[in-house]
């Protein structure tokens, strides 16, 4: 199939799907089960080399690290599904009321019909399948837009997908926003977006347009308080772990530091010794650190270190950049103006602020007085302070002594708060994403509500003065 761009290729290839949702919708378990084991098989045993060497050609992911943050979660992600999609596809059975007496109900998880997943750059083998998995564990049609960004990922995935599937059910559409924005004037079923908040409140209202379901996975500014009584050594490199894998394009990032004043110097002392210990004291040469994924989004870097530099902020490790390279060294600042880009947007770079606090409520005020994000982190050795902060905050998922991990539970809903997300995903959470809930009720005997049709008496009357206070 040829690169489908055109108005007419399109509104052609979506009718297709529409006409063949009810087939694919009607498939059963095992069938569901094959596209999967399918899936998986590609991706674990044909496809995995050419996966590495398409993200490295995109932005230099260490092959190790497209292992980790691309192939596991998809391989891991088909096995959790495989092992519950008959339970999950079965009638979920639930009480009926005495009132509804010779009656019995359940759930129909249904297929929304055709889906169109929009699909990020900074995983994008991740989060192009993940949400694909579900959908085809619940039954849909699929189209898949992939970012235009990552092109050797983008063009390796849809190989991929012209080899597995028939694109009356699944296929993949290369192209640039233009492309998007046909797709998005369709009528779906349901849209799953993963990409930036300023994105998503536009593909918010073009689905509103036809009234199409949504999932919305965006960001903003994960914040990560530590605090005094935590185990600094660990919590530093679990920090810089979760802060500079694929160069800090993660949208669950640890976005910036909130810390006790008391133990700041400390912490500052072990971030520099960990990044020496991932990525040597020469970063640009470490095969372990990728780059930043084109010119755009390293302007946009280089001008916020810059931006700091002059604003006098402490520059504590870092601040060095390559164009030639899109290359960004590991930078820690420190004392940024209030107002600074830094900590007001999202970074999505290898850039971490630190503030200092003196008491919690201070850092919990600062974290409320922005966006819900879509992970909080907290590092310390009371529960008591772990559990005040989840109570005075909001966001979409948080790790107590770790960060981002919480990812790879597949039985935790992920997904963001308001303007970090609408709906979730990930194992029955996903499925659901891609599932209406059918409500069935079957009446099996003349029901006790026919005594209350007209016409009414004072009999009837005093029957539902009965149901209205006993039943």
């Given at each position: 199939m040829?690169n489908?761009?055109?108005k007419e290729?399109l509104?052609k290839?979506?009718?297709?799907?529409q006409?063949?949702?009810?087939y694919v919708?009607?498939?059963?378990?095992?069938?569901?089960?094959?596209?999967?084991?399918?899936?998986k098989k590609?991706?674990e045993?044909?496809?995995?080399t050419?996966?590495?060497?398409?993200?490295?050609?995109d932005?230099?992911k260490?092959f190790t690290?497209?292992d980790l943050?691309?192939?596991?979660p998809?391989?891991?992600?088909?096995?959790?599904?495989?092992f519950?999609?008959?339970?999950?596809?079965n009638?979920?059975?639930?009480a009926?009321?005495?009132a509804?007496?010779?009656?019995?109900s359940?759930?129909?998880?249904?297929?929304k019909?055709?889906c169109?997943?929009?699909?990020?750059w900074?995983?994008p083998i991740?989060?192009t399948?993940s949400?694909?998995?579900?959908?085809i564990?619940?039954?849909?049609?699929?189209i898949?837009k992939?970012?235009?960004?990552t092109?050797?990922?983008?063009?390796?995935?849809?190989?991929?997908?012209?080899?597995?599937f028939?694109e009356q059910?699944?296929?993949?559409?290369?192209?640039?926003i233009?492309?998007s924005?046909?797709?998005?004037?369709?009528?779906?079923n349901h849209i799953?977006?993963t990409?930036?908040?300023s994105?998503?409140?536009?593909?918010?209202?073009a689905a509103?347009k036809n009234?199409?379901?949504?999932?919305?996975?965006?960001?903003?500014?994960?914040?990560?308080?530590?605090?005094?009584?935590a185990n600094?050594k660990?919590a530093?490199?679990?920090?810089?772990w979760?802060k500079?894998?694929?160069?800090?394009?993660t949208?669950?990032?640890?976005?910036y530091i909130l810390v006790?004043?008391?133990?700041?110097?400390e912490?500052?002392?072990?971030?520099?010794k960990?990044?020496s210990n991932?990525y040597?004291n020469?970063p640009?040469?470490?095969s372990?650190?990728?780059?930043?994924?084109?010119?755009?989004?390293f302007?946009?870097?280089?001008?916020?270190?810059l931006?700091a530099?002059?604003?006098e902020?402490?520059i504590?490790l870092?601040?060095?950049?390559n164009k030639?390279?899109n290359?960004?060294?590991?930078?820690?600042i420190?004392?940024?103006p209030i107002n600074?880009?830094?900590?007001?947007?999202e970074?999505?770079g290898p850039?971490?602020?630190?503030?200092?606090f003196?008491?919690?409520n201070?850092a919990?005020n600062?974290?409320n007085?922005?966006e819900?994000p879509?992970a909080l982190y907290i590092y310390?050795?009371?529960n008591k302070t772990?559990?005040?902060?989840i109570?005075n905050?909001?966001?979409?998922?948080?790790?107590?002594n770790?960060n981002?991990?919480h990812?790879?539970?597949?039985?935790?809903?992920?997904g963001g708060s308001n303007n970090?997300?609408?709906g979730?995903s990930?194992?029955f959470?996903?499925f659901?994403?891609?599932?209406?809930?059918r409500a069935?009720?079957k009446?099996?005997t003349?029901?006790?509500?026919?005594f209350?049709f007209p016409p009414?008496s004072k009999?009837?009357?005093?029957?539902?003065?009965?149901?209205i206070?006993?039943?």
């Amino acid at each position: 199939m040829q690169n489908l761009k055109s108005k007419e290729a399109l509104i052609k290839l979506f009718n297709n799907q529409q006409k063949n949702q009810f087939y694919v919708g009607n498939s059963t378990y095992k069938q569901r089960l094959k596209k999967l084991n399918v899936l998986k098989k590609a991706i674990e045993k044909k496809y995995r080399t050419k996966i590495q060497e398409a993200l490295y050609a995109d932005f230099k992911k260490p092959f190790t690290e497209t292992d980790l943050t691309e192939i596991y979660p998809i391989i891991s992600e088909i096995k959790h599904v495989k092992f519950h999609l008959k339970s999950w596809m079965n009638k979920q059975r639930v009480a009926t009321p005495i009132a509804l007496l010779g009656a019995s109900s359940y759930v129909k998880y249904e297929p929304k019909g055709v889906c169109l997943i929009i699909s990020p750059w900074n995983f994008p083998i991740n989060l192009t399948f993940s949400p694909l998995i579900s959908a085809i564990a619940a039954g849909n049609t699929v189209i898949i837009k992939p970012s235009e960004l990552t092109p050797n990922t983008s063009h390796l995935m849809k190989e991929i997908v012209e080899e597995l599937f028939d694109e009356q059910e699944i296929a993949l559409i290369e192209g640039e926003i233009e492309t998007s924005q046909e797709l998005l004037k369709l009528p779906f079923n349901h849209i799953f977006f993963t990409g930036s908040p300023s994105v998503g409140k536009i593909v918010m209202k073009a689905a509103a347009k036809n009234l199409s379901s949504i999932t919305l996975e965006l960001g903003g500014k994960s914040p990560t308080i530590v605090d005094k009584t935590a185990n600094i050594k660990t919590a530093a490199k679990k920090i810089i772990w979760g802060k500079f894998i694929n160069n800090g394009q993660t949208c669950i990032a640890p976005d910036y530091i909130l810390v006790h004043q008391t133990v700041k110097s400390e912490l500052l002392k072990e971030l520099k010794k960990q990044i020496s210990n991932f990525y040597s004291n020469n970063p640009a040469a470490s095969s372990s650190y990728c780059r930043i994924v084109n010119e755009k989004h390293f302007n946009r870097l280089k001008d916020h270190i810059l931006k700091a530099k002059q604003s006098e902020a402490s520059i504590e490790l870092g601040g060095n950049f390559n164009k030639d390279e899109n290359y960004i060294e590991p930078t820690i600042i420190s004392n940024l103006p209030i107002n600074s880009d830094l900590l007001q947007e999202e970074i999505f770079g290898p850039i971490l602020p630190i503030i200092s606090f003196q008491n919690l409520n201070e850092a919990i005020n600062y974290i409320n007085s922005k966006e819900k994000p879509l992970a909080l982190y907290i590092y310390t050795k009371s529960n008591k302070t772990a559990n005040f902060i989840i109570h005075n905050t909001r966001a979409g998922g948080t790790c107590i002594n770790h960060n981002i991990i919480h990812y790879s539970n597949h039985n935790l809903p992920f997904g963001g708060s308001n303007n970090s997300g609408i709906g979730k995903s990930h194992g029955f959470y996903g499925f659901q994403e891609f599932s209406n809930k059918r409500a069935i009720l079957k009446q099996h005997t003349k029901g006790s509500i026919e005594f209350l049709f007209p016409p009414y008496s004072k009999l009837k009357q005093k029957l539902i003065n009965f149901t209205i206070k006993w039943l």
